[in-house]
């Protein structure tokens, strides 16, 4: 089975920029489409943004991260990035890595998506 490991979040003031990492310590994603969901206190697990495993590297993306938010993938090193700009308070959440079930496949549920990892956390201040 698949182990994915987040890095990256911490504190950030609004209008500041993280970048998120996830990478498969064991077993790969190369294959797979990969996913990033953020959860905050009190609210249901939310898609952020997609990437499927293509030459094209197609993209999905939440409307609130459309425009603020990148996300790249590695496969070779079976890694995956989440690049975040004007970051704002309410993008505070627990930020989670995923596996699609399919190779092209860009669902925007969780019930789309097998595998996940612990979770990173990433907090806003204004």
């Known amino acids: 089975?698949?182990?994915?490991?987040?890095?990256?979040?911490?504190?950030?003031?609004?209008?500041?920029?993280?970048?998120?990492?996830?990478?498969?310590?064991?077993?790969?994603?190369?294959?797979?489409?990969?996913?990033?969901?953020?959860?905050?206190?009190?609210?249901?697990?939310?898609?952020?943004?997609?990437?499927?495993?293509?030459?094209?590297?197609?993209?999905?993306?939440?409307?609130?991260?459309?425009g603020r938010f990148t996300i790249s993938r590695d496969n070779a090193k079976s890694t995956v990035h989440l690049k975040m700009s004007s970051l704002q308070p309410e993008d505070s959440a627990v930020y989670y890595c995923a596996r699609e079930h399919t190779a092209y496949g860009l669902g925007m549920r969780s019930a789309d998506f097998g595998f996940w990892g612990q979770g990173t956390q990433v907090t806003v201040s204004s």
């Open 1 to 66: 089975q698949v182990q994915l490991v987040e890095s990256g979040g911490g504190s950030v003031q609004a209008g500041g920029s993280l970048t998120l990492s996830c990478a498969a310590s064991t077993g790969t994603f190369s294959r797979y489409a990969m996913g990033w969901f953020r959860q905050a206190p009190g609210k249901e697990r939310e898609f952020v943004a997609s990437i499927d495993w293509s030459g094209s590297r197609r993209t999905n993306y939440a409307d609130s991260a459309k």
